[in-house]
């Protein structure tokens, strides 16, 4: 593993931590801003032990930052009162602030790459047919898990539940969020796949 993109991997983690520091210091809420972040909480130290003998593609971590910064603002924030969003909403003139559904569309588009790459590697699926519906499968199944976390924090902390679900009274709130991880999965596949495909090559890992 070449060591020339080791600096600006640490760089991106220490901006990570940042930004987990500066979202937690005065979040609008505690414990949603908590569990808007656990991902980021698991995903950071995990990729830090794995690095040496996982390491995964730079177009892989790189996305991985995106999506933690992005799950970081939303935490601060809580999804249905992030500024962005509410720019987007007026720019748009949209009923609600759609940052959840860009938060959603990530979920979907980098765990597709996720598994993408270790599939790949580990050579559990032939074909890329096969491999580009069992990406998505895997996504959905990602994005479902996550839809039934939220239901069970709705029935354990009811109305407190509120800001961390980020409805905004939207009855095919469910739906609409499995369906932009739907979209970020297909987009990745479709935008990334060569990408990701010609830096698995340089790491020695063989495309089937």
């Known amino acids: 593993m070449s060591s020339s993109r080791t600096p600006w991997l640490l760089a991106a983690a220490a901006v990570t931590v940042m ?16 569990m808007e972040v656990v991902p980021v909480l698991i995903a950071l130290p995990l990729l830090w032990a794995t690095y040496a003998r996982y390491p995964l593609t730079s177009l892989l971590y790189a996305c991985i930052f995106i999506h933690a910064a ?12 992030v500024p962005l969003g509410f720019e987007i909403q007026q720019a748009f003139d949209l009923s609600r602030n759609p940052y959840d559904k860009i938060g959603h569309f990530m979920q979907g588009f980098v765990p597709a790459l996720v598994a993408r790459e270790i599939l790949i590697r580990g050579q559990h699926v032939q074909g890329r047919r096969m491999l580009a519906f069992v990406v998505v ?9 996550y839809e039934l976390i939220e239901w069970a924090a709705a ?37 990334l796949s060569r990408l990701q495909d010609g830096q698995l090559r340089r790491m020695g890992e063989g495309v089937r």
């Open 70 to 81: 992005v799950l970081i603002l939303g935490g601060a924030y809580t999804y249905a009162r």
């Open 19 to 34: 930004l987990l520091i500066a979202s937690g210091w005065q979040p609008y809420d505690r414990a949603t801003w908590l």
């Open 155 to 191: 029935l354990a902390l009811g109305q407190g539940a509120d800001a961390f679900l980020g409805t905004q009274g939207d009855p095919w709130d469910t739906q609409s969020d499995m369906f932009m991880a739907l979209i970020g999965a297909t987009t990745a596949l479709l935008g």
């Open 137 to 145: 499968c895997v996504a959905l199944a990602i994005s479902a898990s």
